[in-house]
């Protein structure tokens, strides 16, 4: 088998074996460096030796004793230390178990609960579910984030105490917590899959992973959770985003906005899936944001060409998402719709109307949006001075290339 | 996957327990009855939700007969242990989802109703069970 099915195959089975031997074993910190220990012994020894005939009870064998040993030796250490851990158990152990029965596949759900825990920050949550669930290295993840390796390990440390320090028990989430854990595990892969997307920086290649691992998260869990709608949303969404990739940089690495993207370089089988997934989530209810973003995606996908767009559909779909949540952002991507749909002046007297909310009125893109609506409208000093403005403020050195050349075609 | 809670106690805590007061504060026939009422309550609880394979008390320890070999022959020694050592005194074996619903059931135990001397003294340990010898080769 070559390396990279290997690879794919460990990827695969890291939630799975890590899983098993927290359930067992506890201690989830030192379980998960057992199991990248176990992850890399595999790496290096199944290219050489093939892989065993059940591979996922070999890791979760070669883990464990490491486990076994790790622990020996904290274990001793403290006692010379004479510092032997004792914790105190929240309330949560003397509550009953979950009213759901556990299934082997619900290990990788409960570990992506732990990773997304409301105790870490977003950062951490990202950091650790691409290492504990994904499967990554930290020297990966460290690479993704462009950040130094020594600081993603003492990030990821510091994320493993804390749910530690939590004290949270290995199993899903009762009831009530549900929906809520659900929420934050989606939230997380969506910011996986935009750090990957919307990269504010640093090279394509690696960011471009990240959107991959979010995608492929995101289809673990929707084979897990077939029935959720909001999951089967993100996955579309996901999918109907990153299909327009190719298309979204030309040659010199520069942006290409949507209208004037090739809509031959979009790759269709990602289009066709996400449409499905989304036609067949959305009649099934509850409709949350993610359905109704990959809705709006899909409306754009399906339209041959940018004229062909089907705007007041996606003003409508975007009325029901600012309906749901009070954020800036969506507000002005309405805007922008209501000015394809209803002409620029529509949408401009709607940014008026944003200028007043200060999460949003200093952000460069409100300046682009009216840039863009100024120019339809035919003010072009406005239009010019507007994309400068939204060119100082904005951080991504591809994006400000693409204002400042906007600029300069109306000077 | 299976796991054994374990409880100890010393013969002093038995002669105690018996009302026989031994350097501990004596049980009275009010506590024995409480904790014989929360053991039955606990056993009972762990039967219905299935996760009970089997529980045993032990006779208190003057009843241990510890065997060894000696110049190769076997020698039993009656009753091995001081008056204040701790021994196994009781077990559970439990079948559940994970360790931590495991430690979940044991952490029961510290509602176990007692003399308060006895109560601050009293731990439980849990422990994983190996289900083959595949657990134990290297």
Redesign the interface.
Known sequence: MPETEIEGLLRRLAPQALGAVVRRYGHFDTAEDATQEALLAAATRWPEDGIPANPRAWLITVASRRLTDLLRSEQARQRRENAVVQRMLPEEWLAPAADRATADSDDTLILLCMCCHPSLSAASQIALTLRAVGGLTTAEVARAFLVPEATMTRRITRAKQAIKASGIPFRMPSAPEWTERLAAVLHVLYLIFNEGYASTSGPELHRAELATEAIRLARMLHGFLPDDAEVAGLLALMLLTDARRAARTGPDGDLVPMAEQDRRLWNADQVAEGVALITEALPRGPTGPYQLQAAIAAVHDEAPNADATDWPQIVALFELLMGMSDNPVVALNHAVAVAMAQGPERGLELLGGLQADERIAQDHRLHGVRAHLLEMAGDREGARASYLEAARGAVNPARRRYLHSRAARLG | ?KYMILTYASQQDYDAMAGRPSGDTAWSPQDFAAMGAFMEAFNRELNE?GELVETRALAPPVHTRRLQTRAGAPVVTDGPFAETTEVLAGYWIVEC?????A??IA??LSACPGPSEVVARAFADVR?IIESR?DLE?
């Open positions: 996957m939700s989802e994970s360790f931590d619903r430690t979940a952490v029961r994983p595949d290297p």
